[in-house]
């Protein structure tokens, strides 16, 4: 898995990684050996438009 920051994530401390593929992975820094939120990556791409479009 080839996790990278979130560009949204800002330079502080509390950041996001994502990996993306099939399935778009999210964790945060400060506790990568805990759980990751998975969402199917054509679901993640519809969040990511709507927010784009203020429709959230």
């Given at each position: ?34 759980a ?21």
């Open positions: 898995m080839d996790w990278h920051k979130s560009t949204y994530s800002g330079q502080g401390a509390n950041c996001v990684e994502v990996a993306e593929g099939d399935q778009t992975l999210m964790r945060d820094t400060q506790h990568r050996d805990q990751h939120l998975a969402v199917p990556a054509d679901e993640w791409r519809a969040f990511v438009i709507a927010a784009a479009d203020g429709e959230l």
